[in-house]
């Protein structure tokens, strides 16, 4: 599967971005996370929405701002954030749990990956 990611740019503290990870196929059977990476640091899961009920999952700095969504029909994956803080400021990605039926909750191992997008935030 491939991915590519979009959406990111300069928003101001305070702001809203909307992530979208487009994939060549249908993501319903498979578990897609977000990640971002800021300079200097490891790369850390965001968010992840499990295949089938899409069951979704976030880190807890991301609880409350952030919403993933799926729009199956168009084989996008979004990720909403709102509330932004310069601390969000990352390259963020997404990527697929390539196993069919795969979900968050089972330890997913995120094997197909798009390219990052940059999010900055900053007045």
């Known amino acids: 599967v491939q991915l590519q990611a979009s959406g990111g740019g300069l928003v101001q503290p305070g702001g809203s971005l909307r992530l979208s990870c487009a994939a060549s196929r249908t993501l319903d059977y498979n578990a897609v996370g977000w990640f971002r990476q800021a300079p200097g640091t490891e790369r850390v899961r965001v968010s992840c929405?499990?295949?089938?009920?899409?069951?979704?999952y976030y880190a807890a700095y991301a609880q409350g701002r952030f919403t993933m969504s799926r729009d199956n029909t168009k084989k996008t994956v979004f990720l909403q954030m709102n509330s932004l803080k310069p601390e969000d400021s990352a390259v963020y990605y997404c990527?697929?749990?390539?196993?069919?039926?795969?979900?968050?909750?089972?330890?997913?191992?995120?094997?197909?990956w798009g390219q990052g997008t940059q999010v900055t935030v900053s007045s």
């Open positions: 929405i499990s295949s089938g009920d899409g069951s979704t």
């Open positions: 990527a697929v749990d390539t196993t069919y039926g795969s979900s968050c909750e089972s330890g997913p191992i995120f094997r197909a």
